[in-house]
């Protein structure tokens, strides 16, 4: 069965904009880490059981 074309280009234009939103937040965390100079996989974490509390 053939598709018409309109169906077929709002399944694409649907496809390329949920694939955007998926990646958005991953890019937005990049670019602060670009713009931020952070690097928290650089960071050694201290176990829980060694923080001291006052």
Do not use: D
Request: charged share 15%.
């Amino acid at each position: 069965m053939k598709m018409e074309p309109h169906i077929a280009n709002r399944i694409f234009r649907n496809v390329l904009l949920s694939l955007f939103i998926y990646a958005l937040p991953i890019l937005l965390m990049l670019a602060t880490f670009y713009i931020t100079g952070q690097r928290p996989w650089e960071k050694k974490s201290v176990p829980a059981a060694q923080v001291s509390k006052p």
